[in-house]
Nanobody, 120 residues
Framework: QVRLVESGGGLVQAGGALRLSCEASGSIATINVMGWYRQAPGKQRELVAA???????NYSDSVKGRFTISRDGAKNTVYLQMNSLNPDDTAVYYC??????????????WGQGTQVTVSS
């Protein structure tokens, strides 16, 4: 079993910053991708940023230049540094990991979510 544990959410004023962390633990062979998604009330879950095992990253247009994703492979941990936050960034942020267990099984896992609220 794989477990993703997030931390770092909270309440911040517009223009402020937060750093999210997500640690994967359990039966892990290879983590292919780790990333962050978010879901605001009444909206679909959307990709915020992702980091592949090959070192490439991608971001949604709405966060480019403000958010930075990074990963510590030794700790199976992914971070999301969020700067210049605005009220539109308010959402529940979910960590995601795509993990290959063996040649027959690759699966997606999700954290429980952490609330980020940006006040104006």
């Amino acid at each position: 079993q794989v477990r993703l544990v997030e931390s770092g959410g909270g309440l911040v004023q517009a223009g402020g910053a937060l750093r999210l962390s997500c640690e994967a633990s359990g039966s892990i062979a290879t983590i292919n991708v780790m990333g962050w998604y978010r879901q605001a009330p009444g909206k679909q879950r959307e990709l915020v940023a992702a980091d592949t095992s090959g070192g490439s990253t991608n971001y949604s247009d709405s966060v480019k230049g403000r958010f930075t994703i990074s990963r510590d492979g030794a700790k199976n941990t992914v971070y999301l540094q969020m700067n210049s936050l605005n009220p539109d960034d308010t959402a529940v942020y979910y960590c995601n990991a795509r993990i290959t267990h063996n040649r027959y099984l690759t699966a997606d896992y999700w954290g429980q979510g952490t609330q980020v609220t940006v006040s104006s």
